[in-house]
């Protein structure tokens, strides 16, 4: 198996059949042969029918139930254990590939074996391109993304490196960390890394995972010759910090931050200065 495609739900079906019926009509012909690939859905106890809309439209996806939401992390981690690929590819429900996204990507990856993690560009719906390849965070850029300081130029200096605007993203580079709506996976750096950190239920995730490449000294590279459309922007990210109490993204966003900052600290970015 060349290739394991793992595509997480949670109420999000729709989503879902979108994003597989791109991945069928993709182009997996590679030299003299085709990929070999499979789709792994797992669902977080939706409760939205799913199993039954695929087994009718998607017969040959591996289908996996969870018994409760168990999160990001563990939930990609429950499809990753079942997967047999050479390469993993963990792909957000809210995403959808084009012809040449896994051949691109594959052969990228089979030219550079120290690349652990390589994610493509990611376009907004109308075709811009989204933000998709970070520096890391400092301790104060979440912080500036939610309250009114992020309005000063001292701020916009912190956000500005943090979203990598003086990076062409037309350009292949070397990157801190990728966002984790896509990210085509060498099973071999996977197994010596190790899997998504469960203690992470929503966001941090991402870039815990790619730290953890860069501390096995795996390559993380952005990769934009090859595309791929992204329907969702991070609310939790532009919800101000007042709205903590009463935003359950916002609040899981603050917590995820916290756990980041007690298991890491805060890292300066060398390689992408």
């Known amino acids: 198996m060349d290739i394991s495609i793992i595509i997480l739900n949670y109420k999000s079906k729709g989503f879902v059949m979108n994003c597989i019926k791109s991945i069928t009509e993709a182009d997996f012909e590679?030299?003299?042969?085709?990929?070999?690939?499979?789709?792994i859905v797992v669902d977080n106890?939706?409760?939205?029918?799913i199993?039954?809309?695929l087994a009718w439209q998607f017969p040959q996806v591996v289908f996996i139930q969870n018994d409760v939401n168990v999160g990001m992390g563990a939930g990609n981690n429950?499809?990753?254990?079942?997967?047999?690929?050479?390469?993993?590819?963990?792909m957000n429900p809210d995403t959808i590939a084009f012809k040449d996204t896994f051949t691109?990507?594959?052969?990228?990856?089979?030219e550079n074996k120290r690349v652990g993690v390589v994610g493509p560009k990611q376009?907004?719906?109308?075709?811009?391109?989204?933000?998709?390849?970070?520096?890391?965070?400092?301790?104060?850029?979440?912080?500036?993304?939610r309250t009114p300081l992020g309005n000063f130029r001292f701020a916009q200096k912190d956000l500005d490196s943090y979203l990598m605007k003086?990076?062409?993203?037309?350009?292949?580079?070397?990157?801190?960390?990728?966002?984790?709506?896509?990210?085509?996976?060498?099973?071999?750096?996977?197994?010596?890394?190790?899997?998504?950190?469960?203690?992470?239920?929503?966001?941090?995730?991402?870039?815990?995972?790619c730290r953890r490449f860069w501390q096995k000294e795996w390559e993380v590279v952005y990769f934009p010759l090859v595309s791929i459309i992204h329907n969702h922007t991070r609310d939790s990210a532009k919800t101000r910090w007042y709205k903590f109490f009463t935003n359950?993204?916002?609040?899981q966003h603050t917590l995820s931050w916290l756990k980041y900052l007690n298991k890491w600290g805060i890292a300066n970015s060398e390689k992408n200065k």
């Open 30 to 39: 590679f030299g003299d042969r085709k990929l070999q690939y499979e789709i």
């Open 45 to 49: 106890n939706s409760d939205d029918k």
């Open 51 to 53: 199993r039954e809309i």
């Open 78 to 90: 429950v499809g990753i254990k079942r997967a047999r690929g050479k390469y993993i590819v963990v």
């Open 104 to 110: 691109g990507l594959f052969k990228f990856m089979e």
């Open 123 to 145: 376009l907004n719906p109308d075709k811009s391109i989204q933000n998709s390849c970070y520096r890391w965070p400092t301790l104060m850029t979440p912080i500036y993304r």
């Open 166 to 209: 003086d990076f062409d993203h037309n350009s292949t580079k070397e990157v801190d960390w990728l966002l984790g709506s896509f990210l085509f996976i060498n099973k071999k750096a996977l197994d010596d890394v190790g899997l998504f950190d469960e203690r992470f239920f929503m966001y941090f995730e991402d870039i815990d995972f």
């Open 248 to 251: 359950k993204l916002a609040r």
